[in-house]
């Protein structure tokens, strides 16, 4: 390796002590929080009233997260197997494959994507009853 | 020095490369005498896993072949899957594909440039290169959906068209890279310290490389004007101008060089794809696009990464599933064949300086 003397080159690096006066890129988190996109694919939400049971979310799903559960909430008529689905938070990968399947267009991502929790349980998450 | 002959590991993990690969150096004090490539860190079966799953599922999986830049994957896997089946692309779709494979990238060189620069020591320019890729991270988030892992470009178009005002968006952060750009020049490209550690480390001939089938930039560096969008032109980029940077002197320093000249190409692209963008459907109509059937054919697609050329093969049997798809990427041979060759004779502190100039991507390898 042979080193040289080169003026500018060791001059003009220090253009980045400019950098001292300019705003910082990064934000105060979390006192300020950047608002997520529209259309960032964050948890899931199921509008009951539209949802039919079909299991086509269930279907695509290549990573098995979800599965088609019974619970107590009040169901659309036309929801024949009186289903509806339950994503595992632990296997999804946030395609979004299920929401494009959707027959009634019931499922979508929210732009929410913060779940902090202590119980391993709740991976097993409940859409959101809502558009 | 002592003459004593010791046996390190380089990694898995260090500043040399994006993802866990380790090199065995065999040294006589600070020269190394013989390295060896150790890889398997990193496997997840990508191409096993494809065979397992239907066409739109496994389409979830091809980009995370690479993290640095998914969407050359995602390009190829729907361009092959195109051409098996048998289906154009609307022009419109054409168009955006082109824009978020420049946008791709240009973040994969940004984060190249964090890399090398944080290989020597320059700290705070892989700091400005990890927020300006953000700033496209952003675009992405808004466009796609995801920052990192897009899954957007899909077999018959892209999966959203783009959002109000978006060109506006992607303008003023062309405007904002052609100005910043320069600054790089000043910090990191012309810094005497890191002329002096990359001038005349890490060469390759244009015999070498051509002989040993190097691409991207290592070929590019060596005065060979190679380029897929040029050569085998896909998409639209025959419509668009372009020029294919090229060095000589095929050392460390020729690569950043090329690469550094391949950020104002990327960002003159996107100009012209901003401005040419046309109107129309982004998604062409399938009655069943849950159930693609690939025929019993075969074909074999490439596109250009910011890496180097990047090919799939892929056949199909008639079924749901594809029988086989295999991935050709530069990382295999710049891994083993060039690495090992190259660091013969290199000092133990220029390793991740190399390593890094030659884009190797690990999990590519272990696909």
């Known amino acids: ?131 | 020095m002592s003459n004593k002959h010791i046996t390190i590991f380089h990694g898995p993990q260090h500043p040399g490369i994006t993802g866990n690969m380790s090199v065995e150096l065999d040294l006589i004090g600070e020269t190394i005498q013989k390295a060896t490539t150790h890889v398997g860190y990193l496997h997840r079966g990508f191409e096993k896993l494809v065979e397992r799953r239907t066409v739109i599922q496994a389409f979830t999986i091809v980009c995370r072949i690479c993290v640095p830049e998914p969407d050359p994957n995602e390009a190829n896997f729907a361009m092959a899957v195109e051409e098996l089946a048998g289906l154009e692309v609307t022009p419109r779709a054409e168009y955006i594909r082109v824009m978020v494979l420049e946008l791709s990238r240009l973040a994969a060189q940004f984060l190249w440039m964090a890399g090398q620069s944080g290989s020597i020591g320059l700290y705070a320019v892989g700091q400005w290169a990890i927020a300006d890729r953000d700033l496209i991270l952003d675009l992405f988030e808004e466009l796609t959906g995801a920052r990192v892992y897009h899954m957007y470009i899909y077999p018959g178009g892209v999966r959203r068209d783009l959002p109000e005002g978006f060109l506006g968006r992607v303008s003023t952060l062309l405007n904002y890279m052609k100005k910043r750009l320069k600054e790089y020049d000043d910090v990191f490209i012309n810094n005497a310290s890191f002329k002096n550690r990359a001038i005349g480390v890490g060469v390759i001939s244009q015999e070498e490389a051509i002989a040993n089938g190097y691409v991207g930039q290592v070929l590019r560096a060596c005065g060979v004007e190679a380029d897929v969008r040029k050569d085998a032109p896909y998409l639209v980029y025959e419509s668009l101008d372009f020029k294919v940077p090229t060095q000589t002197a095929g050392d460390v320093y020729a690569r950043a060089l090329v690469r550094r000249a391949e950020m104002d190409q990327s960002v003159h692209i996107l100009e012209q794809v901003v401005k040419m963008m046309p109107e129309g459907e982004v998604m062409i109509k399938m009655p069943t696009h849950r159930k693609f059937k690939l025929p019993k054919d075969d074909t074999w697609v490439k596109v250009e990464s910011a890496r180097g050329e990047f090919a799939y093969y892929m056949a199909g049997d008639g079924s749901e599933k594809i029988r086989r798809m295999q991935v050709r990427g530069p990382s295999l041979v710049h891994a083993y064949t060039l690495l090992e060759s190259l660091l013969v004779g290199a000092e133990l502190s220029d390793v991740a300086l190399i390593m890094n100039s030659l884009g190797i991507c690990p999990p590519e390898i272990e696909r």
């Open chain 1, 1 to 131: 390796m042979k080193w040289s003397v080169d003026i500018q080159g060791t001059l003009s690096p220090l253009k980045i002590l400019g950098a001292f006066f300019q705003k910082p890129n990064t934000i105060a988190y979390p006192t300020v929080k950047k608002a997520t996109a529209t259309g960032y694919r964050g948890f899931h939400t199921n509008l009951l009233t539209d949802c039919i049971g079909c299991a086509n979310c269930q279907d695509v799903c290549m990573n098995n997260a979800i599965d088609m559960v019974k619970t107590d909430q009040e169901y659309n008529a036309k929801n024949a197997s009186q289903c509806i689905p339950r994503i595992d938070y632990g296997r999804c990968c946030w395609c979004s494959l299920c929401t494009d399947v959707c027959p009634p267009d019931s499922l979508k991502l929210e732009d929410d994507y913060i779940n902090v929790t202590k119980y391993a349980s709740d991976f097993l998450y409940m859409p959101k009853n809502k558009e």
